[in-house]
């Protein structure tokens, strides 16, 4: 009652008490929202809707995620049929199938299965029956987007080929979702056009009348074991979304990576912010204790207070929450990072932790910071009062020398073990945040110091004002430090998350450009390009070198874990459009079961020319490749070469989705890019770019997984930006008396806010200097292993935008109230209790 009594004198602490929890409780669980995503890969079904569940290939191996799809041999078929229970068992093949009208694509997207699939869906004959060898069945917009009815011959574009098909009938799908458009051919034809040789993507199970779908699920689950994988619910839709599992890592790395930021900065935030608070009460507290109220009255009236604070805070951020959670997850699936198919979760367990966050931080806070005046001896509380408390404890030094410490073993592990690729960022980013934390705990005694060594300066430059300004500094730096321990963070984690993102892009784009020497690339959209049009290619006048591209991701089984890239090429055009330097064998040998890769990739895995390597492919087949060449290693581009021929049957398309092409260096560009508009006419679904898209094509992709980075930094940034406004105003506001004192004396409005524009001065100058020494532990490292360079890539106008953003704060939080504070008569504010 006493502690809601007296709030109407402490709105400003109160406010910034509750904003720091609101938001801090709302950011861990947007977070938790994330990882949980991750974990649960929900892909609630569409075209797999009418069976309860559905067998298909492993998804994994040595569990990693496949990136390509893994069939399943017909035998499953026969197991999952003499399951008990079991009452039908419906295979399904997806290949790509495109409606060609006019020369140009019907649905660039649309794919082809068999006809027995439609039972999963389902789809429904509306016209026509069921088609047989030459005919297909149309879904009604595909139908409708071509102008095709039964009866019709239609031209088809399958996995690179064009033939002429027969449309034999319509089918309309009811399941009320979105579906993407199909294509149906006989169960026989499905398997000749998709090159399964027998095999199947999936089959869905129907159980027997009678017959309860859980339990045989199990059943069909230890039947299949180890040669295929079950999924229920709203797994489901993953059997229709090859490779899309690879997400789920990124997905949980990013939200465990930024949710230990966020856990970690909430936290500090919620103290910091409940710490000041609990100071600007030193006289409030001293007073209670000196009328009689027990060290353990003190102590309860605090905790209590701060609990149900923090309860209500985090009560109302479990909305806010999720919508937060929401617009990330939105930002991760609209940049590609992962598929959009994939369903947002947020349950109750994100929600708790998120709360339970939130509530430690103000409890721990309140218990730390209302210590002092809870044990502080009666006689003695209403003097020391007017002093002020002593900061530094063994506590306080040991907790700053551990967030210090981790900080810089994390820069070091980044040089010293950290190799280049995703992972890099999971210690380099977080040193920042450890190291600026550490310093911003010792804010109190480095400010002190540092106004120590400007004061000479300072009271040259600015007079009286600077002067004012510095004694307040000396007096009262531990609420200087106060304002300065979140812009430390701000700056810290700013400056060190953007120039590592902006190495990071400039690194990659210089090597990717460098990497390839092609002129022209030719992009399908369509599933890919069969054999003959890299062949017309290369009859073009002018052309020097035609390779086909095939992009994958594999493993080499002598390196347990890591994954590698995979790169299919021809091999007599490979030497023309990539840059492969120093080779060591013959480069035009890579022809059927042969590798090439780099010389240091040889010596990490123990082969040599003539050596055969064990590799896996993405859909998880194994080989043993016979090495034919090496070439100098480029550690910013590291794969394997491959015929594409090998490499094209193990990727979800099956065919080359990219054509490299080359011209010489004399020959005629114009006529050349002709040429190949005229073949690009040809080919449906056929895109063609030169090498300055080619390179800014490569950006974009870069930029998929920067835009949801610089997402949840800004989020994270913000979060430290309000904290730091909370600590200005509400530190300013609690001043207006000592304004109105000053006022009192003589002292002009211009003269005290000169005074604060000194302070905001110096609070801007220690924070910047503190920030950036914190953000090297991040920036550093990250470009010493990328860029070989202590020093980061980009533009200085990222650091000068964050310092001049951590300024308008510091001005806008500390000068905006003062003037407003300063309407009011002195007399008023002088006996005002703020």
Not at 264 to 283: D, E, K, N, P, Y
Not at 347 to 364: E, R, Y
């Amino acid at each position: 009652m006493l502690a809601l009594r007296t709030l109407k004198f402490r709105k400003a602490g109160f406010i910034a008490t509750f904003v720091a929890m609101f938001l801090g409780a709302a950011i861990v669980m947007a977070c938790g929202g994330l990882m949980e995503t991750g974990i649960r890969m929900a892909a609630p079904p569409q075209r797999l809707a009418g069976v309860p569940f559905v067998v298909t290939g492993e998804q994994t191996y040595d569990d990693t995620a496949l990136t390509e799809r893994n069939r399943i041999d017909a035998g499953v078929l026969d197991t999952v049929k003499a399951v008990p229970g079991v009452g039908n068992a419906i295979t399904d093949l997806t290949f790509p199938a495109t409606v060609v009208v006019g020369g140009k694509a019907v649905d660039a997207g649309s794919k082809g299965h068999n006809w027995s699939s439609a039972g999963l869906t389902p789809f429904t004959l509306t016209q026509g029956q069921a088609p047989n060898a030459n005919q297909v069945v149309l879904d009604s917009k595909l139908s409708a987007d071509s102008g095709a009815g039964v009866g019709s011959s239609v031209q088809l574009n399958v996995r690179g080929t064009a033939r002429n098909f027969t449309v034999s009938g319509i089918a309309q799908h009811n399941t009320g979702g979105t579906i993407k458009p199909s294509l149906f051919f006989s169960d026989a034809q499905a398997q000749q056009l998709a090159g399964a040789e027998g095999k199947f993507d999936s089959i869905g199970v129907q159980p027997a009348a009678g017959v309860d779908a859980a339990a045989l699920e199990k059943d069909v689950s230890a039947a299949v074991s180890g040669k295929a994988m079950v999924l229920s619910g709203e797994r489901r839709g993953l059997a229709d979304l090859p490779g899309v599992l690879s997400s789920q890592q990124t997905v949980t790395i990013l939200s465990a990576i930024f949710g230990s930021w966020a856990v970690l900065i909430v936290m500090f935030g919620v103290a910091s912010t409940m710490g000041l608070s609990l100071q600007q009460r030193a006289h409030e507290m001293a007073l209670l204790r000196a009328i009689g109220t027990t060290s353990k009255q003190v102590r309860r009236m605090i905790l209590g207070e701060t609990a149900v604070l923090s309860v209500i805070a985090t009560a109302l951020a479990v909305f806010p929450g999720l919508l937060i959670g929401k617009l990330l997850y939105g930002q991760l699936s609209g940049n590609g990072v992962v598929s959009e198919e994939i369903v947002f979760h947020e349950g109750w367990i994100p929600l708790t932790v998120g709360a339970v966050a939130a509530i430690a931080a103000a409890m721990g806070a309140a218990l730390f910071a209302g210590r002092k005046a809870a044990k502080t001896k009666p006689v003695a509380a209403l003097a020391e009062s007017t002093f002020q408390a002593k900061w530094l404890t063994t506590p306080r030094l040991l907790l700053a020398l551990f967030f210090m410490l981790n900080g810089v073993m994390l820069s070091v592990v980044t040089v010293t073990v950290m190799k280049e690729g995703p992972s890099l960022a999971s210690t380099a980013g977080p040193a920042s945040v450890l190291f600026a934390i550490g310093v911003a705990m010792l804010a109190p005694g480095i400010t002190k110091a540092i106004v120590t060594v400007l004061s000479v300066p300072v009271r040259a430059v600015s007079g009286l004002s600077g002067y004012l300004a510095l004694r307040n500094a000396t007096t009262n730096n531990v609420r200087m430090a106060g304002a300065v321990a979140p812009i430390i963070l701000l700056i810290g984690i700013a400056t060190g998350t953007l120039y590592m993102q902006a190495t990071e892009d400039t690194v990659s784009a210089k090597s990717y450009q460098n990497n390839v020497l092609a002129d022209y690339v030719l992009d399908s959209s369509t599933g890919g390009f069969g054999p003959a049009v890299a062949n017309s290619i290369r009859s073009i006048p002018g052309v020097s070198g035609v390779s086909e591209l095939v992009s994958s991701i594999g493993f080499v089984d002598s390196a347990a874990g890591d994954t590698i890239d995979l790169r299919g090429v021809s091999a007599n055009g490979v030497q023309q459009t990539i840059a492969l330097d120093s080779p060591n064998g013959s480069i035009a040998d890579l022809k059927g079961n042969t590798v090439a890769l780099s010389d240091k990739q040889a010596k990490d895995y123990g082969v040599a020319i003539g050596d055969n390597l064990k590799i896996h492919f993405g859909d998880g087949t194994a080989a043993e490749p016979k090495v034919v060449a090496t070439y100098a290693d480029n550690p910013k581009e590291q794969y394997l070469l491959l015929p594409s021929d090998v490499l094209a049957p193990h990727t979800t398309s099956g065919l080359p989705g990219k054509i490299l092409v080359k011209a010489d260096g004399g020959a005629d560009h114009a006529q050349i890019q002709s040429r190949l508009d005229s073949l690009a006419a040809s080919v449906p679904g056929t895109a063609i770019a030169d090498r300055s898209t080619l390179t800014s094509s490569n950006n974009n992709i870069q930029q998929i997984l920067v835009s949801s980075n610089y997402t949840i930094v800004a989020m994270i940034v913000g979060y430290a930006a309000i904290t730091v406004i909370n600590s200005l105003v509400a530190v300013t506001r609690k001043r207006q008396s000592e304004f109105g004192l000053q006022r009192l004396t003589g002292s002009t409005k211009a003269q005290v806010l000169g005074m604060l524009s000194v302070e905001g001065a110096l609070v801007a100058i220690i924070a910047t200097v503190l920030g950036t020494i914190a953000s090297a532990t991040t920036i550093v490292p990250y470009s010493l292993v990328k860029a070989d360079s202590i020093l980061p890539k980009g533009s200085i106008g990222i650091y000068l935008a964050i310092v001049f953003g951590a300024l308008a704060l510091i001005f806008g939080a500390t000068l905006f109230p003062s003037w407003r504070g300063m309407r009011t008569p002195p007399i008023e504010t002088a006996r005002s209790p703020a």
